[in-house]
């Protein structure tokens, strides 16, 4: 999709704030309700060593689920699967042994011996015990991407059937700043890695590599060895016959220019290259041998499903997202082993229990059932929204759209706040004259070439063509300013994210950010429950061709 300058719709926002919104006296028992307090201990809880990181299919996943449902039941909302609070997600477990890698690449003469987490981490999505490719060839095919929006392929002419492929992480715009090159500095889907195994898959490759570098993925090393290091799971897709590689993995930085170097080849001077058009893939002239040992095994995760129901709308909903799953222990781990991921994203499922809280506490009830929806398996590539979009429990033709919760704002009070994706659905409109009135106001992704609108859960809503919002924190303090709320944000991730040190932290943490934005989160699905209206995609995103059809719309 090209890049475009959205602007807010006048007409839109009329159209939904104006007859049918009940208003502030309605709506201020349930803002009154946002409890401080009770929002704290919720988040404690989620994040404390008892949930024992909260990972699919483990006591901790037991423990979070049965908390949740427990949660929503004392609220008093019903079960929204039934007679039940859960969804069954069923998902295949692969553990590999970290002691059973061998990663070796030859040529010249010459061998580099890599050694696992420290140098490279793989996996596989084939049901195999065993993983042993040996005498792969090793082919640099720069990014790794098949365009043809874009004009784009760095697959022209080239079998990679058998063969192992080396890409680049991103896309050739960020690279360059090039704003001809796919949407320049920003990441289309293109540049994700889960897009790089699937297109490598697709042509037949036996392996393929990921070389990471911290820029263009948009986090250190350090996550991808922590993501990597324990289980993987992915949906049971029973038997589906999507190609897979026998295995995808990452090498650092590091890794890479030794092995361009026993090529012969400069590093610098060939992903430069990569970036560029008429780019051809190298041979390295390198021969790689992998293996490994794995653990399968099928088991069941879980989402988290609860209903308030509407009035005189209730055949229609408005969903309420977050993931409540993390990376569980890793027992092989120096100091602390497990991740709690309190931020990401404790604060987030937190946040379902108090708005679902604050919608009971409404003098009126709000026309559209309300849907709040606790995710699994996000951090294994949203795998319970995956799930959820390909298994509604209400038809996606009758849900007006959905609103996703992902690592609330730590940093106090601000006075932007992020739409990440903004302008690509009417959505945006409502939520923009939402945050306005609160005095704030609304700026895209600030960084967007980290990909922030693939990694989270209303993505996979989005492209079974349901309209989804992505609210995320803002960046713009009110009391340091924007490059201090850029600071911080980044040095976060930099020590914290996917890390054992993301721990509540109540000590360091401002909340008054976090209740600014509660507030505003509510609004906005209170808004769109009270509408008779169904938002769409724009043009030109390419989630318009699946809602219209859902809608019978020509």
């Keep these: 999709m090209k890049r475009r300058t959205w602007r807010l719709s006048s007409a839109f926002v009329l159209l939904f704030c104006s007859g049918g919104y009940a208003g502030d006296e309605n709506i201020k028992p349930a803002l009154n309700s946002l409890n401080l307090d009770e929002y704290k201990s919720r988040v404690e809880t989620l994040a404390s060593d008892e949930f024992m990181g909260r990972a699919p299919a483990t006591q901790g996943e037991e423990k979070t689920i049965r908390y949740l449902a427990e949660q929503f039941k004392a609220i008093g909302l019903k079960p929204g699967n039934g007679a039940g609070y859960f969804q069954d997600v069923p998902m295949v477990k692969i553990t590999a042994d970290p002691a059973s890698f061998r990663f070796a690449v030859s040529g010249n003469g010459q061998a580099l011996i890599l050694k ?11 049901l195999e015990e065993t993983i042993n490719v040996r005498c792969s060839d090793f082919i640099f095919a720069g990014y790794g991407i098949v365009a043809p929006e874009y004009d784009w392929n760095d697959y022209a002419g080239l079998d990679v059937k058998g063969k192992t492929v080396f890409v680049l992480v991103n ?8 704003n001809a090159l796919f949407t320049g500095k920003a990441m289309t889907y293109y540049g994700r890695w889960t897009y790089k195994f699937e297109e490598a898959a697709r ?3 036996a392996g393929v590599v990921i070389i990471h570098e911290t820029e263009p993925a948009g986090y250190p090393y350090d996550v991808v060895r922590n993501g990597w290091s324990g289980p993987q799971f992915q949906l049971d897709k029973d038997g589906s ?3 897979v590689c026998s295995f ?3 090498v650092t930085q590091e890794s890479a220019r030794k092995i361009f170097a026993l090529s012969g080849l400069d590093y610098e001077k060939e992903t430069a290259t990569a970036a560029r058009r008429g780019f051809k893939a190298v041979d390295l002239g390198l021969k790689i041998n992998l293996s490994f040992r794995n653990a399968v095994e099928h088991t069941l995760s879980h989402n988290v499903v609860a209903l308030w129901p509407g009035s005189d709308l209730a055949g229609e909903y408005v969903i309420y997202m977050a993931h409540w799953d993390h990376f569980g222990v890793n027992e092989a781990r120096p100091g602390d082993k497990i991740f709690n991921g309190a931020v990401d994203n404790a604060t987030g499922t937190a946040a379902l229990l108090q708005l679902a809280e604050a919608f009971t506490r409404l003098p009126q009830r709000q026309r559209r059932s309300i849907l709040f929806v606790a995710v ?3 951090e294994q590539g949203l795998l319970g929204s995956a799930f959820y979009a390909g298994h509604p429990l209400f038809p996606l033709n009758k849900t007006a759209g959905a609103i996703n919760m992902d690592a609330f704002n730590i940093f106090g009070k601000m006075k932007d706040i992020t739409v990440v ?3 690509m659905s009417e959505l945006d409109d409502l939520a923009g004259e939402i945050i306005q009135r609160y005095g704030r106001y609304v700026v895209p992704d600030p960084t967007p070439e980290k990909g922030g609108y693939f990694r989270s859960d209303h993505f996979s809503l989005a492209k079974a063509g349901l309209p989804s919002l992505y609210i995320s924190k803002g960046v713009d303090s009110v009391e340091h300013g924007r490059q201090w709320g850029l600071d911080q944000a980044e040095k976060w991730t930099r020590e914290h994210y996917h890390q054992p040190s993301d721990e509540y932290r109540p000590d360091l943490w401002n ?3 976090m209740m600014d934005d509660l507030k505003i989160y509510f609004e906005v699905g209170y808004a769109l429950s009270m509408t008779g209206k169904f938002p769409n995609w724009r043009e030109g995103t390419p989630y318009k061709a699946a809602r219209d059809e859902m809608m019978g719309r020509k």
């Design 421 to 423: 994706g903004f302008g």
């Design 203 to 205: 042509q037949g490759a």
């Design 376 to 378: 699994t398996g996000e």
């Design 171 to 178: 896309d050739p715009g960020f690279a360059t700043g090039d």
């Design 248 to 250: 995808q993995g990452w």
């Design 241 to 243: 016959d999507m190609p």
């Design 511 to 513: 909340f008054e950010g």
């Design 116 to 126: 696992f987490a420290d140098d490279f981490v793989a996996g596989t999505s084939r």
